[in-house]
Structures are given as structure tokens and as C-alpha cells.
């Protein structure tokens, strides 16, 4: 696993926890699309890994949408909830 994605993983994961240590009842966040994927089609990786970072701080994935950003490149809104 690259840098940037390890980077983007541990970022998740520890602004997950700390909502999670403060006893808040909704995490949202923004995912990104990766820039050194190729194509459009099947799996970003990036965005699974990150889902189950937050997931594995007790979040459950309740809400998830896609948009693009300023450039047009997809993004995700996600919104979770304690498990």
C-alpha cells in the first residue's frame, strides 16, 4: 500500500476516533478520488480502505453519496453512526 493511501487510511481512522472518544453521535466525511487510478471502473480501494478504518473505530456506515468535486473528479459523502 502506498504512502498517500496509508496517510489517507490513518487520517480516517483517527478523526473517526477522536468523534468517537468525544461521544459524538455522527461522523461525516468526505472521500476523495484517488489520483493515480487509471479508469472509472470497479473498485477504489482508497475509499473501501477508508470506510473501514472509520467502521473499525465503532462507526456503521448509514448514508453514502456520490458527487464530483470542483474539477469533476468523483467524491464521496459519508455519514456514520456508532455501531
Avoid: H
Avoid at 504512502?3 to 476516533?17: E, F, H, P, Q, T
Avoid at 459524538?24 to 484517488?34: D, G, I, Q, T
Amino acid at each position: 500500500m502506498g504512502w498517500i493511501k496509508n496517510n489517507k487510511v490513518a487520517m480516517m481512522r483517527g478523526d473517526a476516533g477522536k468523534a468517537r472518544a468525544e461521544g459524538r453521535m455522527v461522523f461525516a466525511c468526505k472521500l476523495n478520488y484517488p489520483a493515480l487510478k487509471p479508469d472509472l471502473s470497479g473498485e477504489i480501494v482508497d475509499w473501501s480502505m477508508m470506510i473501514e478504518a472509520v467502521e473499525s473505530e465503532g462507526w456503521t456506515l448509514v448514508n453514502f453519496a456520490g458527487g464530483s468535486d470542483k474539477q469533476g473528479r468523483p467524491e464521496a459523502l459519508c455519514l456514520f453512526r456508532p455501531s
